[in-house]
């Protein structure tokens, strides 16, 4: 059974950072693509950030420069780091993977950003 659990998540100030965390089990982490999704309210899940099994990083416009993918295939463990966060960055923030063709989410880690 595949499950994802993140963690990290809080409220910060505009210029602040974030490092969020997401421990994986039930799958082969090391070679498998993780992602960070995130859903503000009103607005549907978009991409954030994803990591391949080789290490290939790829990141949505809004946070390139911003915000760093990384993972720890020793520790089931995938991160994301966020300075300087903004305003518009608050959301709900979601871990991502997919096993023979199924999507696994997190349960999600707030993640609030004020001016």
């Known amino acids: 059974q595949v499950r994802l659990v993140e963690s990290g998540g809080g409220l910060v100030q505009a210029g602040g950072s974030l490092t969020l965390s997401c421990v994986a089990s039930g799958i082969i982490f090391s070679s498998v693509t993780m992602a960070w999704y995130r859903q503000a309210p009103g607005k549907q899940r978009e991409l954030v950030a994803v990591i391949t099994s080789g290490g290939t990083t790829n990141y949505a416009d809004s946070v390139k420069g911003r915000f760093t993918i990384s993972r720890d295939n020793a520790k089931n463990t995938v991160y994301l780091q966020m300075n300087p966060l903004k305003p518009e960055d608050t959301a709900v923030y979601y871990c991502?993977?997919?096993?023979?063709?199924?999507?696994?989410w997190g349960q999600g880690t707030q993640v609030t950003v004020s001016s």
């Open positions: 991502h993977t997919n096993k023979w063709y199924t999507d696994y």
